[in-house]
């Protein structure tokens, strides 16, 4: 999983979405008289860009009408004829780190947990942590901004690392063993001062929420956040079954320089259960469009089920006036000057992007089970290709 980066250099269309301006100078013009059917454009995209399947979902509404799109097109694994369907679920990597930070947002809004509540008052009998991680607000773990350490594989040698992928152990338990690793240590910088994208940053606050609320992450997730928003889709890992006789959802792939070797779901098709916080999670797009949706009504005014506007309000706020909220979302603005929020996700087998921009009343979720070079810019493509589509 990777932090989302959002192209500098874009062409801006009415959506509000972007897409790289060397893909756009490169692309053949469709003239609306001439448009072609949606699926059958996406197809040539997806064909362009190698993807074994490709699913989008978006959302745009005005004063006069509102229009939602899903589509798939494409196979649930490379040389088989098993076709990939609009309700299929796939594996959304990072963009699932807004999801914990709207937990937060929830337990916040209940009385269970301050936004500048300490890691040392949060974690009280947790023995050793480092006393400048001790005075840390929980806020600047959401921001990736408290100074936890950026390379989870890599620290201390890779021995806590190694230790997550015991298939017997208890994902809350691996929780807390990079809890009791990562804050052990003096900050990688001074807390506050200095953006550093972090997994174990969010595994941190998803341990924090778990035991604030008294039971696991998974099932905090579940009952706060998919039950009340109907997204019966979702699910942790990689979704679907390796002995199934066809695919029956979409497998993650490892892309190569020769092609695409796909993963067969389990355990090994996706990170240690432990990192779920930072994004372990699988959904179909429009189930993941109706969570978007939530954040896209909220930073309106709109009435939500869930949180005041106040709430979102925080959770989208930039970090020190960055690109990085509070809430899990890469921000940055149009040449209009409109606010955008977004996050792309990958565990290197599949890559995601999700999104919203307030002002022009669109969202909107894409999504490959794959990961090859410039998945993003391809991405940004089918997305902007079915919020301009007119049938």
């Known amino acids: 999983m990777k932090r989302a980066i959002l192209p500098l250099a874009t062409l801006v269309f009415s959506s ?27 197809e040539a995209l997806r064909r362009k860009a190698g993807f074994p399947a490709l699913a989008v979902a978006t959302f745009k509404g005005t004063a006069k009408s509102v229009k ?20 299929d679920p796939f594996h959304f990597g990072s963009c699932g780190k807004s999801m914990t930070a709207t937990l937060a947002a929830l337990l916040v809004e209940e009385g269970l947990l301050k936004w500048e509540s300490t890691l040392g008052e949060l974690l009280p009998d947790v023995k050793g942590i480092h006393p400048e991680f001790a005075a840390v607000p929980f806020e600047l773990l959401l921001a990736h901004s408290a100074g936890v350490v950026e390379d989870l594989m890599s620290f201390q040698g890779g021995v806590l690392w190694k230790s997550l992928w015991d298939r017997k152990l208890d994902p809350v338990r ?9 804050l052990s240590v003096k900050p990688t910088s001074k807390p506050g001062t200095q953006f550093g994208y972090s997994n174990a940053s969010y595994i941190v606050a998803g341990h924090i929420l778990e035991r604030l609320a008294g039971m696991p992450y998974e099932t905090l997730l579940r009952k706060r956040l998919f039950e009340p928003l109907g997204m019966a889709s979702c699910g942790f890992g990689a979704a679907g079954t390796a002995k199934a006789k066809t695919p029956d959802a979409p497998w993650g792939h490892v892309s190569t320089a020769t092609g695409l070797t796909p993963v067969p779901p389990g355990f090994k098709a996706d990170n240690p259960p432990a990192m779920r916080p930072a994004g372990g999670m699988h959904c179909s797009v429009g189930d993941w469009l109706k969570y978007v949706k939530l954040h896209l009504a909220g930073h309106n005014h709109a009435r939500t089920p869930l949180l005041s506007h106040e709430s979102f309000g925080k959770l989208h706020k930039p970090f020190r006036g960055g690109d990085y909220t509070f809430g899990g979302w890469n921000f940055d603005k149009d040449s209009e000057g409109r606010a955008r929020f977004s996050h792309n996700g990958s565990n290197t087998l599949n890559y995601s992007l999700v999104g919203f921009t307030p002002e022009a009343q669109t969202a909107a979720v894409a999504v490959t089970n794959s990961a090859p070079e410039g998945a993003e810019a391809h991405l940004y493509e089918a997305i902007e290709q079915v919020l301009s589509h007119r049938p």
Do not use: C, N, W, Y
Not at 24 to 35: E, G
Not at 68 to 87: E, I, L, Q, S, W
Not at 174 to 182: A, H, N, T, Y
């Open 16 to 42: 509000g979405f972007v897409v790289d301006t060397a893909l756009s100078a490169t692309s053949p013009a469709v003239s609306p008289a001439v448009q072609v059917p949606l699926e059958t454009s996406l």
């Open 68 to 87: 939602k799109t899903v589509v798939a097109v494409g196979f649930r694994k490379d040389h088989d004829p098993t076709p990939v369907a609009k309700d």
């Open 174 to 182: 691996g929780r807390r063993m990079v809890v009791e690793g990562v």
